[in-house]
């Protein structure tokens, strides 16, 4: 039996072993066949030498994790292991923007990064996945950056209030609030990114603009980046609407989730027939997010699988 003891040092150790080293029984169950005993920054691991070899490479990617992402999640811990985020740990082109109080956002998981470096190719960009992959705050990460870097005038995001049948009138109060509970992902992703005041400056002046998706109908939006959210609740109708409001010097990017269409039985998302029908058109991109890129509780990725059983 082969035995080799690691220091960790210049990150901090609750932040790679967490909280009653919860983060750390983790990692033991993930490398059954060798014994870690970890001591403040010593840690040390007894083994066959191939799985000592297996479980350091592992380990120093989770503390590069840490140091360009100031944490990891079990649920990244996972990833990491089985090698989809390896090949991004060292891009410095994953930091989307710097954000308020100095938050970096950045892309965390592959297929978050081939968003940001799809949309810088082409001008449309689909992004499908399930519930947690992260596809609605990249976006609105993507247009920040985009806006705060003069490329665009305006933001412009909207979703189909598909649960009102896009009929508000019947909920009191102004339009404001009729649409909030319906964007309200938007809301947060933006309070995230933007101090309070300088968000209602941008909202006021409508530099950035959150509507439904029926008052897209008749605009030409030129100079902006408009994203479509919950995509899969158009019609194909609304979808060729939306698509063709695309003027001069705009991006688009349109997210969804194939599995939570809420449209009657009989109508035939639109999201799902531009996928089947646009996607060998040159200048639209189509990224794929699975249940590997769920950043949202642990717990998530393994509701998804079932889901797909």
Do not use: C, W
Not at 285 to 292: A, I, M, Y
Request: aromatic fraction near 6%; proline fraction near 3%; charge should be positive.
């Amino acid at each position: 039996m082969n035995e080799k003891l690691i220091i960790v040092n210049n990150i901090d150790i609750i932040k790679l072993f967490g909280t009653n080293n919860h983060k750390l029984n983790k990692i033991k169950t993930l490398f059954p066949k060798i014994k870690i005993i970890a001591r403040g920054e010593e840690v040390k691991v007894r083994g066959n030498k191939k799985d000592i070899n297996h479980f350091e490479e592992k380990l120093i990617s989770f503390i590069e994790h840490i140091k360009m992402h100031q944490n990891i999640t079990i649920n990244q811990i996972e990833r990491l292991m089985e090698g989809d985020e390896k090949e991004i740990l060292n891009i410095k082109k994953n930091i989307i923007l710097h954000a308020k109080n100095g938050k970096t956002i950045t892309a965390k998981t592959v297929n978050q990064y081939k968003m940001l470096s799809e949309i810088s190719k082409v001008d449309m960009l689909f992004a499908i996945g399930p519930a947690g992959t992260g596809k609605t705050y990249t976006a609105v990460a993507i247009a920040v950056k985009a806006l705060k870097q003069k490329l665009i005038k305006r933001i412009i995001l909207t979703r189909p209030a598909i649960e009102a049948g896009e009929n508000l009138g019947f909920l009191p109060g102004d339009l404001k609030e009729k649409l909030d509970p319906y964007m309200q992902p938007i809301y947060d992703a933006l309070f995230d990114m933007f101090e309070e005041e300088k968000l209602k400056r941008l909202l006021q002046d409508r530099t950035i603009q959150i509507a439904p998706l029926a008052f897209m109908r008749g605009r030409t939006l030129d100079n902006a980046f408009v994203i479509l959210d919950e995509g899969q609740n158009t019609t194909k109708k609304q979808m060729k609407m939306f698509l063709t409001r695309m003027g001069v010097g705009s991006k688009f990017i349109i997210t969804g989730d194939e599995t939570q269409i809420d449209l009657p039985k009989n109508q035939e998302s639109g999201l799902i027939h531009a996928r089947n029908n646009l996607n060998k058109i040159k200048g639209i991109s189509f990224v794929k997010l699975n249940e590997k890129d769920v950043i949202r509780h642990k717990l998530i990725k393994q509701i998804i699988k079932a889901y797909k059983k």
